[in-house]
């Protein structure tokens, strides 16, 4: 399958822990993206690389969220001290810019499920 | 800031039947807007792409429209089957570039025998 993976798929925790989830993009794809949703609402942005350049945050990721892309290919979002309003879906997505492109579909992955005790 | 509007409630209709959902936006007209899939506990999927200089665009069974004066896309399901039961979102591009997204809530359609 050479999708998008994230793993893992669904995660329970108690509020003060920490949580790590990863992300493997499309081999190929340069571009890789966090989303949130929660249930009802569509997936809103929380960050963006670029290769391994994290170029852009949404202020939705306040300072417990860190994400990173190391060597430009899977990625890891970070949640320290969990809260109860951090439980929602948190999906990776990847896309390939360049060659005149300056628009492109994403791809999404299965998404990880976080619920916060 | 840019808002997304999706018909809130359900879409029943009957097998055969053409479904057509509404995206409505507010703000800035975005250069692309785009349309995906849904189904419960998995990842949206990419249906289709319509850029601003674009009225139209098809794909099988799937039409879709951009009115950049209305401000508003229509998403048109011809032939529904019970299998196109599933959410379906819009997004649009945001001014920032990198391809960020900004997605609509969605609609949730399901197409009955």
């Known amino acids: 399958d050479t999708g998008v993976s994230q793993d893992p798929r669904h995660k329970i925790t108690k509020r003060g822990q920490n949580v790590t989830f990863r992300c493997d993009p499309i081999?190929?794809?340069?571009?890789l993206y966090w989303y949130r949703q929660t249930l009802g609402q569509g997936p809103e942005f929380l960050t963006y690389?670029?290769?391994?350049?994290?170029?852009?945050k949404s202020r939705l990721l306040s300072d417990r969220f860190s994400a990173e892309r190391p060597k430009g290919s899977f990625s890891t979002l970070e949640i320290q001290r969990t809260e109860q309003g951090d439980s929602a879906m948190y999906l990776c997505?990847?896309?390939?810019?360049?060659?005149?492109?300056?628009?492109?579909?994403?791809?999404f992955g299965p998404g990880t499920r976080l619920t916060v005790l | 800031s840019q808002k997304i509007e999706q018909n809130s409630e359900a879409l029943n209709i009957q097998e055969g039947k053409t479904a057509t959902l509404t995206c409505n936006y507010t703000?800035?007209?975005?250069?692309?807007l785009q349309w995906y899939r849904q189904d419960p506990g998995r990842g949206p999927v990419f249906l289709l792409l319509?850029?601003?200089?674009?009225k139209e665009k098809r794909k099988e069974r799937l039409k879709v429209t951009f009115d950049t004066t209305l401000k508003q896309s229509l998403f048109h399901i011809t032939a529904s089957q019970p299998a196109d039961s599933a959410t379906y979102l819009c997004?649009?591009?945001?001014?920032?570039?990198?391809?960020?997204?900004?997605f609509g809530a969605g609609t949730r359609l399901a197409v009955h025998p």
């Open positions: 081999s190929e794809h340069n571009r």
């Open positions: 997505a990847s896309s390939l810019a360049g060659g005149g492109r300056s628009y492109n579909e994403q791809f």
């Open positions: 319509i850029r601003e200089n674009e």
């Open positions: 997004a649009l591009d945001h001014p920032g570039g990198y391809n960020k997204l900004i």
């Open positions: 703000n800035y007209s975005p250069a692309y």
């Open positions: 690389f670029q290769n391994e350049a994290q170029l852009e």
